[in-house]
């Protein structure tokens, strides 16, 4: 029962911090902190709104999926 609920709360933890870490890799290509070497700053911020878009809509349907 215990190893349940500390599973289940370590499974949670490790989603929060994957989307915590996701955001802040996300707006760091935004805001041109993290640049990828040989490609356009465009191209990155791009790419940085995307990873952003796509993990603040999968952490809705998960939140909402429970």
Excluded: D, E, R
């Excluded at 996300?26 to 993290?34: E, H, K, V």
Aim: net charge positive; no cysteine.
């Amino acid at each position: 029962m215990v190893g349940k609920k500390v599973n289940s709360l370590l499974n949670f933890v490790m989603w929060l911090t994957g989307v915590l870490v996701a955001l802040a890799v996300g707006f760091g290509m935004t805001g041109g902190t993290l640049t990828v070497q040989y490609v356009p700053l465009v191209v990155t911020q791009v790419a940085g709104w995307i990873v952003v878009a796509t993990t603040l809509l999968s952490a809705v349907l998960t939140l909402l999926k429970k």
